[in-house]
């Protein structure tokens, strides 16, 4: 690097007072967050990632990795599979099941606290730098704390401040930058989980197998994910029907004859999906992932949203770091927005409707997935990755019109939908 460059360099990463100032700031250590600070540190900026768990740290998460997760991943990641899938038993409420298999792999099984671990030690490879218990309460883009208008401030509980030229808020679903954006949400759910450990006989009567269950409740649903010696057992419903999810989990449980096995680990969590007029940005501040509410609205899949939107905020970031005033910052921010909504925010809508029908008519979703091979089909190149629920609607009409038609609500409906 020439001294010329060295001191424009210099001159970027301090504020007057001397304090370093960072191109890009990244709130929160999970996919998005990683996958953000990565794409900033491999465009050769100063990145700094900020968590505010230790790692590895556990995160409430059934861990399937589909197609689309799998190719965003930074090249060379080598994914920590537990199992591939290789077959799915359907059943409605514990009732008729059955099984669908495929020769190839449908998608795979990791575990989340050691997955995220390797991301955001790819992030650190790239040259992210990485600082641990470090909870962010706010940020600040205006007022005493912020040295100029191209700064924004980022507030640590404890009152420790660190400067950066823009932020990335990929904080999860109880998002504090989410909250500083302004994201407007339109679909809040609880995910609710236990990890356990099972002997050998039962662990080797899941391998490769999965099992999704159509829950008693509208939109919900029920799934095993074995890992090993350990199986990933979860419902996730509506929130505001906590005690109803509780119940389904432990008949579901019950029902599999795990009962009796102790969980490692019994966890819940929100997730979150936004509205499609919600901002994604605020001046220098971008959110990605669960923060941002970008999630499968239908299967609530979120690790290739997190994974997708986190690269794209890390890009963007980049230029907004590289803005030299508001305007320009704010084209920049704009740009990002527009690259979400043309590609997740697409696939969002289309999971809506999809979600709509499902809520109003799951035998329908049974029996086209246990008994229709064309269904079948689009379910397994869906979770590899060959294809997309947006492509099918688009390269078939009638599956178009068929959503609308098992999507149209019942007289009165509407006012039943305003209370989920
Ligand atoms: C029950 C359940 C099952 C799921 N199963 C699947 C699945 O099988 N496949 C799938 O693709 N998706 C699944 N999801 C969704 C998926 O878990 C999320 O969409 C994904 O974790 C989002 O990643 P993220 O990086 O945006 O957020 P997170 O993974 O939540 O990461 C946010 C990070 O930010 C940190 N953080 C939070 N607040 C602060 C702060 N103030 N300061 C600093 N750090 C902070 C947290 O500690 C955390 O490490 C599931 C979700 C639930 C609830």
Redesign the pocket.
């Given at each position: 690097m020439s001294s010329e460059n060295s001191s424009a360099d210099d001159e970027r990463r301090t504020a007057d007072d001397g304090q370093r100032v960072w191109d890009v700031v990244v709130?929160?250590?999970?996919?998005?967050?990683?996958?953000a600070a990565y794409a900033a540190a491999v465009a050769g900026r100063s990145v700094l990632l900020?968590?505010?768990?230790e790692l590895p740290?556990y995160?409430?998460?059934?861990?399937?990795?589909?197609g689309p997760?799998r190719d965003a991943l930074p090249p060379g990641f080598e994914l920590p599979f537990r199992d591939r899938v290789h077959a799915v038993t359907f059943s409605m409420d514990g009732k008729f099941a059955r099984t669908r298999r495929s020769r190839n792999m449908l998608f795979g099984?990791i575990n989340?606290p050691e997955f995220?671990q390797q991301l955001v030690e790819f992030a650190q490879k790239a040259g992210a730098e990485l600082r641990t218990g470090?909870?962010?309460?706010r940020v600040e883009q205006h007022g005493s704390a912020v040295p100029d208008r191209r700064t924004v401030a980022v507030v640590?509980?404890g009152g420790e401040t660190v400067l950066a030229r823009a932020v990335v808020g990929?904080?999860?679903?109880?998002?504090?930058?989410g909250a500083h954006v302004g994201v407007k949400l339109d679909q809040v759910?609880?995910?609710?989980?236990a990890e356990i450990p099972v002997p050998e006989t039962v662990a080797e009567d899941w391998q490769g197998r999965v099992l999704i269950d159509w829950g008693p409740m509208p939109g919900s649903y029920g799934?095993v994910?074995p890992k090993g010696d350990t199986l990933t057992v979860?419902?996730?419903s509506a929130r505001g029907e906590g005690a109803a999810t509780k119940r389904y989990l432990e008949d579901f449980i019950a029902r599999l004859g795990l009962a009796g096995f102790e969980p490692a680990i019994s966890s819940?969590?929100?997730?979150r999906c936004r509205a499609e007029d919600s901002p994604l940005s605020r001046g220098r501040v971008l959110v990605?992932?669960?923060?941002?509410g970008?999630?499968?609205p239908w299967?609530?899949?979120?690790?290739?949203?997190?994974l997708r939107?986190?690269r794209l905020a890390g890009e963007w970031a980049v230029r907004i770091a590289e803005a030299h005033d508001a305007v320009d910052a704010r084209r920049q921010a704009l740009n990002y927005a527009f690259a979400i909504k043309a590609g997740l925010g697409v696939e969002m809508s289309v999971g809506k409707r999809l979600l709509g029908a499902f809520e109003r008519r799951p035998g329908m979703f049974h029996a086209g997935l246990t008994g229709l091979r064309p269904v079948w089909k689009a379910f397994a190149g869906i979770t590899r990755g060959s294809t997309t629920l947006g492509e099918i609607i688009r390269s078939h009409p009638m599956v178009g019109r068929a959503l609308t038609t098992l999507d149209r609500r019942p007289e009165g409906a509407e006012a039943a939908e305003g209370e989920r």
């Open positions: 709130v929160g250590g999970g996919p998005a967050g990683a996958s900020l968590e505010k768990a740290r995160k409430t998460c059934g861990g399937g990795i589909i997760s099984l989340r995220d470090a909870t962010v309460s640590l509980q990929a904080d999860g679903s109880a998002s504090r930058i759910d609880l995910g609710l989980e799934w994910f979860g419902v996730i819940g969590h929100l997730t990605c992932g669960d923060a941002a970008l999630l499968e299967t609530r899949e979120g690790i290739s949203f997190a939107s986190g």
